[in-house]
């Protein structure tokens, strides 16, 4: 975990936000062990922006990656980051009740959180069976 926690905070120094000057780093474990990590990335139409966890998830699922077992998340904030309501729908539809969502100050400080917990009664594929 705290590995991942690091390496969410080296990819947080790639951050591009010439906008907010709020970086935000990323890094999905998926159920296959590997490791990808993201930045939040900006553009001056601000609604394309990508948000650091969308990166990161994105970089796996490109891979062949489906599943989180873990996504530690860190910013440029005393607080621990809450991720945006679009990456808590994009974790919903590549986690599994059991994914860890980490929210990090750094190694030793953050929590551990659930999807039902960040996200309860989200809208899932199981509604469209
Ligand atoms: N941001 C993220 O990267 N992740 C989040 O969960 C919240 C917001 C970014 C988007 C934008 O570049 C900056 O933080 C300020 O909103």
């Known amino acids: 975990m705290k590995d991942l926690i690091k390496i969410a905070m080296e990819y947080k120094e790639k951050a591009y936000v010439p906008y907010s000057n709020f970086r935000v780093g990323a890094a999905v474990r998926f159920d296959s062990g590997n490791i990808y990590g993201g930045c939040n990335i900006e553009n001056v139409s601000f609604g394309a922006t990508n ?68 996200m309860p009664g989200a809208f899932t594929k199981d509604f469209l069976k």
Not at 83 to 109: H, M
């Open 51 to 118: 948000c650091a966890e969308r990166t990161a998830i994105f970089s796996g699922v490109k891979e062949g990656e489906k599943v989180i077992s873990e996504i530690a998340i860190v910013a440029d904030s005393e607080e621990l980051i809450a991720p945006c309501g679009i990456c808590r729908q994009v974790i919903v539809e590549f986690c599994s009740k059991d994914s860890k969502i980490i929210l990090a100050k750094n190694e030793e400080e953050y929590i551990i959180k659930t999807i039902e917990e960040i």
